[in-house]
Nanobody
Framework: QVQLVESGGGLVQAGGSLRLSCAAS????????MGWFRQAPGKEREFVAA?????????YDINSVLGRFTISRDSARNAVYLQMNDLKPEDTAAYYC????????????????WGQGTQVTVSS
């Protein structure tokens, strides 16, 4: 059994920063990529960013987070991080960590493993 555990969410004022972390535990699995998605109440889950664990190649959702969010990884620990700066109220959502053994993608259906989510709330 593989578990992804997120941490680092919380309440922050607009313009503030948070750093999310996600680490894998349980059965040893070598991931090809890990990423972050978010879901606001009443909305579909949307892609934020993903990164390959070996090469560190990253993709981002250009429209909403490019220039404000930075994804990074620790391949030895099967861990991924999301540094979020200049947060806006529209960034409020539950943030989910995802991982896959074969692919990197912005489509959530391509990911095999998911965390339980961590809430990020940005006040105006």
């Amino acid at each position: 059994q593989v578990q992804l555990v997120e941490s680092g969410g919380g309440l922050v004022q607009a313009g503030g920063s948070l750093r999310l972390s996600c680490a894998a535990s349980g059965r040893t699995v070598r991931f090809y990529a890990m990423g972050w998605f978010r879901q606001a109440p009443g909305k579909e889950r949307e892609f934020v960013a993903a990164i390959t664990l070996t090469g560190g190649n990253a993709i981002y959702d250009i429209n909403s987070v490019l220039g404000r969010f930075t994804i990074s990884r620790d391949s030895a620990r099967n861990a991924v991080y999301l540094q979020m700066n200049d947060l806006k109220p529209e960034d409020t959502a539950a943030y989910y960590c995802a991982a896959d053994r074969r692919t990197i993608a912005s489509n959530p259906t391509r990911y095999e493993y998911w965390g339980q989510g961590t809430q990020v709330t940005v006040s105006s």
